[in-house]
């Protein structure tokens, strides 16, 4: 099981991402529409955490001082070794606070590195394995939307495995 912290788009932004995941399905590459448990969400991540119980993190969280719904614009296209591709974000400086409050506070439950303060890559994914042949046709098909200006209207924390949503409302 891995445990992620995530901000979740408002609904014309959840629209959009998954109107993306479909067009890049349509180009013969799995998106995250397809992949694994099919109920992925469109997200941000603060936090992927190794390891530790939903009560117990969700119990933690809630001692941060309640968050404001954040503006989002995606205006970039990146990827990851491995092949995922996935959306950058335009960063303020309250949202990289926040990240690093939401990080640091769950230090006991073994973050994977890539969430630690100073590593975390803000990253919405869309694809999640991608051939270097195939990056070209889900590349057109995204810069054919962007820029994809969104909120983060809520936050929950997601068992990535299974889809299983807990609400997070002192996240955003």
């Known amino acids: 099981m891995a445990l992620a912290v995530c901000l979740l788009l408002d609904p014309p932004g959840d629209r ?12 013969g ?14 997200h941000l991540s603060y ?4 390891r530790g119980e939903p009560e117990q993190v969700c119990q933690v969280l809630a001692g941060l001082p309640l968050g404001d719904p954040v503006r989002l614009r ?10 995922r591709v996935w959306l ?5 400086s309250d949202v990289l606070r926040r990240q690093e409050q939401v990080a640091t506070s769950l230090g006991e439950f073994d973050l994977h590195r ?5 590593s975390w890559v803000p990253h919405c994914t869309l694809a999640p394995r991608v051939r270097l042949d195939q990056v ?7 810069f054919e939307v962007l820029p994809l ?17 807990w609400p997070l409302p002192h996240v955003l």
């Open 114 to 118: 890539a969430y630690l303060p100073g």
């Open 29 to 42: 590459v799995p998106s995250m529409a397809s992949h694994t448990h099919r109920h992925h969400l469109p």
């Open 136 to 142: 070209p046709a889900v590349a057109a098909v995204v």
């Open 47 to 50: 936090a992927v955490l190794r």
């Open 74 to 83: 995606f205006d970039a296209l990146g990827t990851f070794r491995r092949g």
């Open 16 to 27: 959009a991402v998954r109107r993306l995941w479909q067009r890049i399905e349509d180009q």
């Open 88 to 92: 950058l974000p335009a960063l303020t």
């Open 149 to 165: 200006a969104t909120r983060a209207s809520r936050a929950a924390l997601v068992d990535s495995g299974t889809g299983e949503v």
